[in-house]
């Protein structure tokens, strides 16, 4: 069974840091594109970021935190993570990690990311 869980949320202040992690287990994700999403309250699911897992891979980043989130790859540990930095009140959020399998280009469409987590809450205060 496949399962995204993810983990390190929490309160921020403006200015400040947090690093998500989701722990990946099930299958063999190396061919898997891993990707982070968020989605704030009244607005929808916004794409952040989004990374094939074998080490060398360029990844990609929305405008919206490009310069400010690194998306990383821990093979041995199966884990994704998500380094924020510079956070901003308009980067609350649950934030959501997700798997594609097959996918037509990259990054892959919202509507190829086969597994999703359950969401960890970021909140940045002003």
């Known amino acids: 069974q496949v399962q995204l869980v993810e983990s390190g949320g929490g309160l921020v202040q403006a200015g400040g840091s947090l690093k998500l992690s989701c722990a990946a287990s099930?299958?063999?994700?190396?061919?898997?594109?891993m990707g982070w999403f968020r989605q704030a309250p009244g607005k929808e699911r916004e794409y952040v970021t989004a990374i094939p897992w074998r080490a060398d891979a360029l990844a990609y980043y929305s405008a919206s935190v490009k310069c400010r989130f690194t998306i990383s790859t821990n093979n041995a540990k199966n884990t994704v993570y998500l380094q924020m930095n510079s956070l901003k009140p308009e980067d609350t959020a649950v934030y959501y990690c997700?798997?594609?399998?097959?996918?037509?280009?990259?990054?892959?469409?919202?509507?190829?990311?086969?597994?999703w987590g359950q969401g960890t809450q970021v909140t940045v205060s002003s």
């Open positions: 997700a798997a594609a399998r097959f996918y037509g280009g990259f990054p892959p469409r919202d509507s190829e990311y086969n597994y």
């Open positions: 099930g299958r063999t994700f190396s061919s898997y594109i």
